[in-house]
């Protein structure tokens, strides 16, 4: 098991990644209920907004997991979400996950925010890889995550009906060396 206790501050040029405030359910609500994000994650449309104000109230307190808001400083407010979750004690590897907002789209939020939390993590843990999935209709998620040296991994045909059609999610993952040598190119 990998411990988080910490909730760190993590400042880009264009994101701030922080622990969630109880100014942010506005903006997060907002988020879960856009129609582009519950198509892009597959989620449930019908929204509980106690349900999901208690589910971010104890966020700061999660050691099992990295829940952190992503904040356009230039406006103040949270655009999205990012998540390192579901420990896999075999792979000793860890989920990732980022959702962004109608407010935090196109503007290199998203990606910058990807990079920030992934350096975090490998730099702050003994972690062995990333892993995640992206729906086949997210293109602009799938380069994104290319971009910051994720691989495909596997494909899970058919993982989800949307509009009477079936979309394939795709796995893939960041090993600690892969993301060591992007880091060696990048500088």
């Not at 996950?97 to 910058?112: A, D, F, K, W």
């Not at 994104?144 to 993982?159: A, C, P, R, T």
Request: aromatic residues 10%; negative net charge.
């Amino acid at each position: 098991m990998v411990d988080l206790p910490d909730k760190p501050l993590l400042t880009g040029e264009k994101v701030i990644l922080r622990p969630f405030k109880k100014k942010d359910f506005p903006f997060i609500e907002e988020c879960l209920k856009d129609p582009e994000v519950l198509k892009l994650t597959g989620s449930n449309p019908d929204f509980d907004q106690e349900a999901s104000l208690r589910w971010y109230n104890t966020r700061n307190r999660q050691t099992d997991r990295l829940d952190l808001a992503i904040v356009d400083p230039s406006k103040d407010f949270l655009v999205g979400e990012v998540v390192i979750n579901a420990y896999d004690a075999k792979n000793h590897s860890m989920n990732f996950r980022i959702l962004i907002g109608p407010r935090g789209r196109n503007q290199g939020l998203g990606t910058e925010a990807t990079r920030l939390i992934i350096d975090y993590v490998f730099e702050n843990t003994t972690l062995n890889q990333l892993t995640l999935s992206v729906f086949d209709f997210n293109p602009r998620a799938k380069h994104v995550y290319e971009k910051v040296g994720f691989v495909l991994s596997s494909i899970d045909k058919n993982d989800l009906e949307f509009e009477g059609d079936w979309i394939d999610s795709i796995n893939m993952n960041l090993t600690r060396e892969n993301w060591l040598n992007r880091r060696k190119n990048d500088y």
